[in-house]
């Protein structure tokens, strides 16, 4: 049925980039001289990502993949990495990413980022699979409404999941699972695939995590892809790519055991996110109604908004902010009713 995890698609899918995104992003590897670029735009690419590494690895990545000569790149930094097979498997992604939508432009936010992980030369990559009990129109309004998600599962479990935005167009955030997870990302791409437009997102973010012994941090880049089966049933595919700083870390994370505790770690949040919905969906309604942060004027409105699209109303990406809009135009334009004492008599 529709009303069975009302809470569980951005939380397990945060979730899993919280673990994904924990890969060390240290990157050892030979600097190239500056031949035959422009100085001052180079000096940029370098300051933005940090070092001459990934100025390497956006540039030879985007020339042997795609052949694009981006912007401030010398004819050294195009160098292919030694020892490593620019093939069909590796490019894969490349074409991937473009295809979707995200551009290899200066001016596309992230791009620089995003191409100099891709063009790094250790790789691992995890997939998730799996069916929500939800429509479409839900899952629209729990991406769109973030931390009221959260709030809500903290009402009934006692936890500390945060998500937040942290932008005015709500294409970046950050989030924790109150223990050893936490991000910050970038929502890349919205509803675009190519000629498949609909649930295809495409993520970029920066992750720690406590994995075994280790406290990892890193980059990834997550695509999630949705197609609604019917009006209560939506599959759902998330790839994740990490990137290992080196050949020991690249080893560790393709082993079996370190993908069994990865799973372990979504399958936590996963039971926290079931019997929240459960408790909900079940008619316990006590601990939202009892929560001193859901009696929060806004919270309260967002209750009610989540309630009426769980019963049918229509919700897309972007309509959030919309209806903010509208309600505080509302709100400004609402004329208070004013009483004329001039015109009150008595007897």
């Keep these: 049925m529709q009303r069975k995890a009302w809470t569980y698609a951005p939380q397990f899918i945060v979730a899993i980039l919280f673990v994904m995104f924990s ?6 590897g030979e600097s190239e001289n500056m031949l035959g670029a422009d100085s001052v735009v180079r000096n940029q690419l370098v300051k933005k990502l940090g070092n001459e590494d990934d100025v390497r690895a956006l540039c030879s990545g985007l020339k042997k993949c795609l052949d694009v000569d981006f912007r401030g790149c010398s004819a050294g930094d195009k160098h292919p990495w030694p020892h490593l097979k620019y093939d069909n498997e590796y490019c894969g992604v490349f074409r991937e990413v473009v295809k979707r939508g995200f551009e290899p432009k200066p001016g ?22 799996g069916t929500l009990m939800l ?3 839900v899952i629209n309004y729990l991406f769109d409404n973030m931390p009221f998600t959260a709030d809500l599962i903290n009402a009934y479990l006692g936890t500390n ?22 991000g910050e990302f970038y929502w890349a791409l919205q509803d675009s695939a190519g000629q498949k437009l609909g649930m295809r997102y495409m993520f970029f973010g920066y992750g720690h995590a406590k994995v075994l012994k ?27 790519i990490v990137f290992p700083g080196n050949t020991v870390l690249n080893s560790i994370m393709q082993m079996q055991v370190f993908k069994n505790v990865v799973n ?28 001193a942060k859901l009696k929060s004027f806004d919270n309260v409105q967002y209750v009610i908004d989540f309630e ?37 008599q008595t007897k």
């Design 214 to 240: 280790w406290s990892l941090h890193g980059t990834a880049i997550a695509f999630l892809d949705m197609d609604e089966t019917s009006d209560k049933h939506i599959n759902y595919k998330l790839t994740a």
């Design 264 to 291: 372990d770690k979504i399958d936590h949040i996963v039971s926290d996110i079931k019997k929240s919905s459960g408790r909900y969906f079940g008619g316990d309604k006590e601990p939202m109604l009892n929560n």
């Design 108 to 129: 596309v936010p992230m791009a620089e980022e995003v191409f100099a992980r891709l063009g790094r030369r250790y790789r691992a990559v995890y997939e998730n699979k």
């Design 161 to 182: 999941y945060e998500l937040e935005y942290t932008s005015k167009n709500r294409r970046y955030f950050r989030g924790s699972n109150g223990r050893s997870l936490s």
């Design 135 to 137: 429509g479409e129109n």
């Design 308 to 344: 009426n699209v769980v019963n049918g109303a229509p919700w897309r990406l972007g309509d959030f902010e919309k209806l903010k809009k509208e309600r505080e135009k509302q709100r400004l334009e609402s004329v208070p009713i004013k009483v004329d004492d001039t015109r009150i």
């Design 23 to 28: 890969c060390v992003s240290s990157f050892a």
